[in-house]
């Protein structure tokens, strides 16, 4: 079993380290991507897809030599959340940083600072999931490499 479990996290953390790349890149020349969401999305498929079969291994009977491995398996899924919490919080800052109490405050000015706001708020939403797929590939990683004894 220990092959699948570390081809899973290799796959994962391949996955997530594309979505880092493509999204430092967008948000680097702010560009929009739809790629970028998808394989965001899909990394963080991956990733339930790898805790979920690491732990039905687990509980067939067949455990890890380190413990630290669980850590590597589980902080992804934090990190995840997490990175998502901020996402959403992310057009509250832009639009708190611009004074405008909400969206609809927005209709008041002109297209072009419309436009802006919400290039604003797209990148940092890039940003925050972008620098979220990096850890974890790191940690996806580092679970590849602690698999051992499964």
Known sequence: MNGVVVAAAWIAAVLNLAAAVWGAYCWHGFRQSPVFWRLARVGQGAI???AALSGVIALTGDTPDDDLFWIYVLVPLGVSFVAEQFRILSARTVLDQ??????????????GEQELIRELIIRRETGIMALAALANAFLLARAAMTAAGF
Do not use: E, I, N, P
């Open 98 to 111: 611009r004074g405008l109490a909400d969206a609809q405050a927005m209709r008041r000015l002109s297209v």
């Open 48 to 50: 339930v897809v790898f």
